[in-house]
């Protein structure tokens, strides 16, 4: 059957295939809710016949996963290939491409059903996970206590804090400019005089560690001149025509990025990916670096009078630099887009240190799951976003321990700011004890991650896709953590009650109250607590 063939009203095995189209309208039914692939606005779904909003997803990824995909709770589905433009207005949603074609149809009757039906035929899993001690251990990212001034001296006394504050070894991340330069991915021997000892004391330590890198290369420098005279860096186009990349004046593009304006390596030509490659290696042999966080991916860089080798749209370099992540099962991303099923951590996009970013960790977190993405770490622990601890910033002690009690039953956990440091020693004492609860479960969860590679299942749920057709659509504070465990932090300044929803049947609290499902109940939530329900069987 040829690919471009209109379908229309097909029932094939439970599957009703509506059309592909390059234009699409769809009537929101009564009681009907959607989600849309866009993890950073993931706290604004569902949408529903009220909603009035639109997203454009062709060169924006909004600093996150994207997926061109559209999930209803009455089974309905929206995909394509290719970025989509959709809309809700008046109880409508309009759906259109640039190019391309449009999927759509109904799989089964609610968002379970459909969720799996698009899992398994455009994003299925392919068998592997990242590295096991992402799952099963914290996560530690230097970027709040050092910032731009990473150094060997710091992050050795950084890590040796860790152990002493009583914190097992996991993952220490270095974040930006430890490097000589960008494009230059060499220790910077100003602040590095041992680097191959600094790892070595790393790895004796416990530690896996990963080095922050990026796809920029900083203009006017050596490797800047030695990659443009080889055409490896994505060009500026001719403005007054259309021209192919062997017609252009190999004129390297300067990139306004958040770190300045730089020229950016051309990972759609593979000559450009295997020389990124060589000096990601180099670092593994040299080293011993065991992975690397990939950062500023994002499409919207690219969505400016540029060209490159074979890129056809501005989404396309996301995916390349993606793709060079797959060789290292030790990494992490930002950035993403059509790369669920595959073995990649994908992080939440940077939060402030405000309760308004925090109650968006766990909606944010639940939309990459509806999209597909199975291996997730919410923002680092107290906000990601480093300008909200500069320049004197007050650090909110209550909300550095629940934004831990969030992460804690996650897939992942990850502490940048040190609680020892900012916390009273009752409050350090909570985090640390929500590190041990993540480890306790770590074997667990990363049994969840080796089945979620099998079948697309993600670790963690909204309530609406473990348990629906119950009316849990608009659910937001609570989780559940596979199938069988409730997860409900508190996400709101000075909340000591909460209300939590059970399903049907009978659920053990973790502080051994057991409770009949089926209803709402009230707990109380000190400080201390983070309260996770266990399904009796």
């Given at each position: 059957m040829?690919?471009?063939?209109?379908?229309l009203?097909?029932?094939?095995?439970?599957l009703?295939?509506?059309g592909?189209?390059k234009?699409?309208?769809?009537?929101?039914?009564?009681?009907?809710?959607w989600?849309?692939?866009?993890?950073?606005?993931?706290h604004q779904?569902p949408?529903?016949?009220?909603?009035?909003?639109?997203?454009?997803?062709?060169g924006?990824?909004?600093?996150?996963?994207?997926?061109?995909?559209?999930l209803?709770?009455k089974?309905?589905?929206?995909w394509?290939?290719q970025?989509i433009?959709?809309?809700?207005n008046?109880?409508?949603i309009?759906?259109?491409?640039?190019?391309?074609e449009?999927?759509?149809?109904s799989?089964?009757?609610?968002?379970?059903?459909?969720?799996?039906?698009?899992?398994?035929n455009f994003?299925?899993?392919n068998?592997k996970?990242?590295d096991?001690?992402l799952f099963?251990?914290?996560q530690?990212?230097?970027?709040?206590?050092l910032?731009?001034n990473?150094?060997e001296?710091d992050i050795?006394?950084?890590a040796?804090s860790?152990?002493?504050?009583?914190?097992?070894?996991?993952?220490?991340?270095?974040?930006?400019n430890?490097?000589?330069?960008y494009?230059?991915?060499?220790f910077?021997p100003?602040?590095?005089?041992?680097?191959?000892?600094?790892?070595?004391?790393l790895h004796?330590m416990?530690f896996?560690?990963?080095?922050?890198?990026?796809?920029?290369?900083?203009a006017?420098?050596?490797?800047?001149r030695?990659l443009?005279?080889?055409?490896?860096?994505?060009?500026?186009?001719?403005?007054?025509?259309?021209?192919l990349w062997?017609?252009?004046k190999?004129?390297?593009a300067?990139i306004r990025w958040w770190?300045?304006?730089?020229?950016?390596?051309?990972?759609s030509?593979p000559?450009?990916?295997?020389?990124?490659?060589?000096?990601?290696?180099?670092?593994?042999?040299?080293?011993?670096?065991?992975?690397?966080k990939?950062d500023?991916?994002?499409?919207?860089?690219?969505?400016?009078d540029v060209i490159s080798y074979?890129?056809?749209?501005?989404?396309d370099?996301?995916?390349?630099?993606?793709?060079?992540?797959?060789?290292?099962?030790?990494?992490?991303?930002?950035?993403?887009?059509k790369?669920a099923?595959l073995?990649?951590?994908?992080r939440l996009?940077d939060k402030?240190?405000?309760?308004?970013?925090?109650?968006?960790?766990i909606?944010?977190?639940?939309s990459?799951?509806?999209?597909?993405?199975?291996?997730?770490?919410?923002?680092?622990?107290?906000?990601?976003?480093?300008?909200s601890?500069?320049?004197?910033?007050?650090?909110?002690?209550?909300?550095?321990?629940?934004s831990t009690q969030v992460?804690?039953?996650?897939?992942?956990?990850?502490?940048?700011?040190?609680p020892?440091?900012?916390?009273?020693n009752k409050?350090?004492?909570i985090c640390?004890?929500?590190?041990?609860?993540?480890?306790e479960?770590?074997?667990?969860?990363?049994d969840?991650?080796?089945?979620?590679?099998k079948?697309?299942?993600?670790?963690v749920?909204?309530?609406?896709?473990a348990?629906?057709?119950?009316?849990?659509?608009?659910?937001?504070?609570?989780?559940?953590?596979?199938?069988?465990?409730i997860?409900?932090?508190?996400?709101?300044?000075?909340?000591?009650?909460?209300?939590?929803?059970?399903p049907i049947g009978?659920?053990?609290a973790?502080?051994g109250v057991?409770?009949?499902?089926?209803?709402?109940?009230?707990?109380?939530?000190?400080l201390e607590r983070?309260?996770y329900?266990?399904k009796?069987?």
């Open positions: 040829k690919k471009n063939f209109i379908i009203f097909v029932l094939l095995q439970g009703t295939v509506f592909q189209n234009n699409l309208e769809i009537v929101i039914n009564p009681g009907e809710y989600w849309a692939g866009i993890s950073s606005l993931g779904t949408y529903d016949a009220t909603t009035v909003f639109s997203f454009d997803m062709w924006d990824n909004k600093g996150n996963q994207a997926q061109p995909l559209l209803s709770s089974g309905r589905y929206v394509s290939e970025p433009k959709y809309e809700f008046n109880g409508k309009t759906v259109t491409v640039r190019d391309g449009i999927l759509n149809g799989a089964g009757t609610n968002l379970r059903t459909a969720f799996e039906h698009v899992a398994k994003f299925p899993s068998g996970i990242p096991p001690l099963t251990h914290p530690y990212n230097t970027w709040i206590e910032m731009y990473q150094n001296v050795l006394k950084y040796q860790i152990l002493d504050k009583g914190y097992s070894p996991g993952v220490l991340m270095i974040d930006d430890w490097q000589e330069n494009g230059i991915w060499e910077s100003r602040r590095f005089k041992d680097p191959k000892g600094m790892m070595q004391k004796a416990g896996k560690v990963m080095l922050w890198i990026c796809p920029f290369v900083s006017d420098s050596e490797i800047f030695a443009q005279k080889q055409r490896l860096l994505i060009l500026d186009k001719d403005k007054t025509q259309e021209v062997a017609d252009t190999n004129k390297a300067i770190n300045g304006a730089s020229a950016c390596i051309d990972l030509n000559k450009a990916q295997q020389w990124f490659k060589d000096r990601l290696d180099h670092l593994v042999n040299e080293y011993g670096v065991d992975g690397f990939f500023a991916g994002d499409a919207r860089f690219y969505t400016d074979n890129a056809k749209i501005p989404n370099h996301t995916n390349y630099f993606a793709e060079l992540g797959l060789s290292y099962p030790l990494n992490e991303y930002r950035a993403a887009w790369m099923g073995p990649l951590a994908q996009r402030t240190h405000k309760w308004t970013d925090l109650i968006k960790l909606p944010d977190q639940m990459q799951s509806v999209m597909g993405y199975a291996y997730t770490c919410p923002d680092m622990i107290g906000g990601g976003e480093y300008q601890f500069l320049n004197g910033a007050v650090i909110d002690e209550e909300l550095v321990v629940r992460h804690a039953l996650m897939p992942m956990m990850q502490f940048s700011v040190a020892w440091r900012v916390l009273s409050n350090a004492a640390l004890k929500m590190s041990k609860l993540h480890e479960f770590g074997a667990h969860i990363l969840l991650a080796k089945a979620a590679s079948t697309g299942e993600p670790i749920k909204p309530m609406e896709l348990f629906p057709g119950y009316g849990y659509e608009k659910i937001k504070d609570q989780f559940v953590l596979g199938n069988d465990i997860v409900a932090p508190v996400v709101e300044k000075s909340v000591r009650s909460r209300k939590v929803v059970l009978k659920w053990q973790e502080d057991k409770y009949e499902g089926g209803k709402t109940i009230e707990i109380s939530v000190p983070l309260p329900f266990r009796v069987k």
